[in-house]
């Protein structure tokens, strides 16, 4: 029992080794300064306003800019990779991934509605209860009841594109995405089926 808190323990205070630094360099960001990025490189994907119309790429709006900075790190880095992403953040600066990270922090986030209602009664059982014959625990535990996310630790969820959170989740699984602190997510996303991936991205579509 004292292992499995041991470990329970380490995987979800593992973010705090990135959060510890990251915000201090994110708080100094200029949304002002972006804007020439925004239009010219994110806007495309993303939206000018960072609310994504294209349910294959995520919106940014409302994210917080600690997640956001990492994010663009680890893109650039490689310790997250995408093939669209990786050739767009080579030649940004440290300055301009707090810059991009506080623009899109700063934009109000569209609310959206989940289209397929059938999927809903699981995906909300899951994501405020869990699953806990097969180990799943309450999404909501770190993303919060409403989907909000918890600053610094956790990314905002609400309102995201089904699609993008389903992709997501299956790239943890896989492995194909791995920077997520203590590969907490990785973990999680391997005891959820297929079907719970598609219900539980249904249910955060509509968060709000």
């Not at 119309?53 to 409302?62: D, V, W």
């Amino acid at each position: 029992m004292r292992l499995r808190q041991a470990a329970l323990i380490a995987l979800f205070s593992a973010p705090l080794a990135w959060a510890s630094t990251a915000p201090s360099v994110a708080q100094r960001g200029d949304p002002a300064k972006a804007q020439k990025i925004v239009t010219e490189v994110c806007s495309a994907c993303h939206g000018n306003d960072g609310n994504s119309t294209t349910p294959a790429y995520p919106s940014l709006a409302g994210q917080s800019p600690e997640y956001l900075y990492k994010q663009l790190q680890d893109f650039k880095s490689g310790a997250r990779r995408n093939a669209i992403m990786a050739p767009n953040v080579v030649g940004l600066t440290d300055a301009d991934m707090a810059n991009l990270a506080a623009y899109f922090a700063a934009q109000q986030p569209k609310p959206r509605l989940a289209k397929n209602p059938d999927l809903l009664p699981q995906g909300q059982r899951i994501y405020k209860g869990g699953n806990p014959g097969s180990g799943v625990p309450a999404c909501a535990s770190c993303h919060g009841p409403n989907g909000a996310g918890i600053p610094v630790m956790f990314p905002r969820l609400a309102g995201q594109h089904a699609k993008y959170v389903e992709s997501q989740l299956k790239n943890f699984r896989s492995g194909d995405r791995a920077n997520d602190g203590g590969k907490m997510m990785q973990v999680i996303a391997r005891k959820l089926t297929d079907q719970e991936m598609r219900a539980v991205a249904e249910y955060i579509s509509g968060l709000r």
